[in-house]
């Protein structure tokens, strides 16, 4: 089999009105390895009245393996460029939920199905 792959995109999250800002903040990504996929999930065993499998994503670790540099962010007057960055801001509901749809874009792009 000989597959096309993308290896990154630049992403601008829609959420919240992001995309409608005269300077959205913008993400630029790479897709994960097939390694990064596999340890960014992980199964939890659940037993109450029989047992059943949860899988889980661990999403900052998805976001800090996916995102290459942040556009169009400061903070307190300081910008904000690295995904490291990123995760040590405090207290913004905005930037949680915007973490979180960015690690939800970067695992479902980097899910390739075999049709595409």
């Known amino acids: 089999m000989d597959y096309t792959i ?3 995109e630049r992403y601008v999250p829609a959420l919240m009105g992001n995309d409608k800002e005269a300077l959205p903040i913008a ?3 790479r897709y994960l390895t097939v390694k990064d996929q596999d340890e960014m999930e992980y199964y939890e065993v659940v037993s109450v009245k029989g047992s059943r499998v949860n899988m889980k994503t661990n999403w900052a670790d998805t976001f800090r393996r996916g995102v290459v540099s942040i ?3 400061k903070v307190n007057g300081k910008e ?3 995904a490291e960055e990123y995760m040590v ?3 913004s509901k905005k930037l949680t ?3 979180q749809d960015v690690a939800l874009r ?8 075999e049709k595409n």
């Open 6 to 8: 993308n290896d990154s």
């Open 27 to 29: 993400f630029n990504l």
């Open 71 to 73: 556009e169009n962010l």
């Open 80 to 82: 904000i460029k690295t």
């Open 89 to 91: 801001i405090r207290g």
């Open 97 to 99: 939920s915007l973490m």
């Open 106 to 113: 970067i695992k479902e792009a980097s899910e390739i199905d």
